[in-house]
């Protein structure tokens, strides 16, 4: 039986993509559940456009689940821009804890963050009007203790900061940094933090020849993500934040070139599930 199961709602960076060259990998940005056997309780990472169908989904097929925790990597479009959209939001039963964990935090003002994204200027109804109930959660720990595990998060180089997160339980450790760009050599530190997980998703938008021309974007290539995977005895490795200018055909010949050197790695596709 999975003790966890994660799934992805969104898998590309930067911008939605709506074409037929997608499908396969998808369109849409930043979203991913997880869900214990139980269902007790579900949290998702990021509110990308992805958000948007799990909301719909959860209303539907899962009317009794009163609160969702959303963490945040960072703040940037492409990872809250289908917070507006999503439906449970606009239940008044529901209570929606929004989260962000660790030190050197550059961000401020969580409600704020939101409040501003739906200003009348840009979108027709105001976060304090939605219906639900917020909490929103700031920690400047780098750690925190959850029910049966600890989740501890590792500051990335960005533009404008971002997290990575791993989350540690009895049975299995998973850890997930989108929207990290190295230097030159691989931090030991970065290393550390993945160490021996049983899955780390990790960002992989460019090519290494790409990446040469996208310095200071904030991203990864696919063979850092490999690097890391390695160095860090990782058992699976799933990249993610695919440029929204690679389609399918340039996708799936990228992940049979990793896959040659990294046996068990995959690019995310939307929809993709993982039980653990
Ligand atoms: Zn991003
Ligand atoms: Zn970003």
């Not at 595990?149 to 997290?163: A, E, L």
């Not at 690679?246 to 039980?275: S, Y």
Request: proline share 3%; glycine share 8%.
């Amino acid at each position: 039986m999975p003790k966890l199961t994660l799934q992805f709602h969104g898998t590309r960076g930067g911008v939605p993509v709506c074409d037929l060259n997608y499908l396969e990998f998808g369109g849409n940005t930043t979203c991913i559940s997880m869900y214990n056997h139980e269902r007790e309780r579900i949290g998702i990472l990021d509110a990308g456009t992805g958000i948007r169908a799990l909301g719909k989904h959860l209303c539907k097929n899962y009317p009794d689940q009163r609160d969702i925790f959303i963490t945040f990597t960072h703040f940037h479009w492409d990872h809250i821009q289908g917070f507006p959209f999503f439906e449970p939001a606009y239940d008044s039963e529901m209570e929606i804890h929004i989260l962000t964990l660790g030190v050197k935090r550059k961000f401020t003002g969580l409600h704020d963050i939101f409040a501003a994204q739906m200003q009348e200027v840009y979108f027709p109804v105001a976060l304090d009007n939605m219906g639900c109930k917020f909490n929103f959660l700031e920690y400047n720990d780098i750690t925190a203790l959850f029910q049966g595990g600890t989740i501890s998060s590792i500051p990335q180089n960005h533009p404008g900061g971002s997290f990575g997160y791993r989350l540690e339980t009895e049975d299995f450790r998973l850890v997930i940094c989108t929207d990290v760009e190295h230097g030159d050599e691989i931090d030991e530190e970065f290393i550390e933090f993945c160490k021996g997980a049983d899955l780390l998703i990790h960002d992989a938008q460019f090519t290494s020849e790409e990446l040469q021309n996208r310095r200071g974007w904030g991203h990864s290539s696919y063979d850092q993500a490999l690097e890391i995977a390695e160095r860090a005895e990782v058992s699976q490795l799933i990249m993610t934040h695919h440029d929204p200018d690679h389609d399918d055909a340039f996708l799936r010949t990228a992940e049979k070139n990793c896959q040659d050197r990294f046996k068990d790695c995959a690019l995310a596709r939307e929809g993709m599930k993982i039980e653990m």
